[in-house]
């Protein structure tokens, strides 16, 4: 079992950034693909970006491609989601979540074993 713990988010002005993490405690951290979601009131959980188990393959959801960084450390089993230019849609839930099976291109929930809490974001027009 892999214990998963959100931190980081907070409220922030449009135009501003924010880098969420994810702490990893359990099993071998670097055995899994991790992926972010977010989940905004009323809506169903979304994509956002997930990782490769070695760093080197990431994917975005279009939403915030070209905004977002997530990278990952397995040495302090963390990995980060650093989100820049916020936009009032970014506001939401943010959670983070393993796969041990799969590649890096994983966008659906089910496809993930373990998930964290969620931290929230809020960005304020």
């Known amino acids: 079992q892999v214990q998963l713990v959100e931190s980081g988010g907070g409220l922030v002005q449009t135009g501003g950034s924010l880098r969420p993490s994810c702490a990893a405690s359990?099993?071998?951290?670097?055995?899994?693909?991790v992926g972010w979601f977010r989940q905004a009131p009323g809506k169903e959980r979304e994509f956002v970006a997930s990782?490769?188990?070695?760093?080197?393959?990431?994917s975005y959801a279009d939403s915030v491609k070209g905004r977002s960084t997530i990278s990952r450390d397995n040495a302090k089993n963390t990995v980060y989601l650093q989100m820049n230019t916020l936009k009032s849609e970014d506001t939401a839930v943010y959670y983070c979540?393993?796969?041990?099976?799969?590649?890096?291109?994983?966008?659906?929930?089910?496809?993930?074993?373990?998930w964290g809490q969620g931290t929230q974001v809020t960005v304020s027009s």
């Open positions: 990782i490769s188990r070695s760093g080197g393959g990431t």
């Open positions: 979540a393993v796969a041990s099976s799969g590649t890096y291109i994983l966008r659906k929930h089910y496809q993930y074993d373990y």
């Open positions: 359990g099993r071998t951290f670097s055995n899994y693909v």
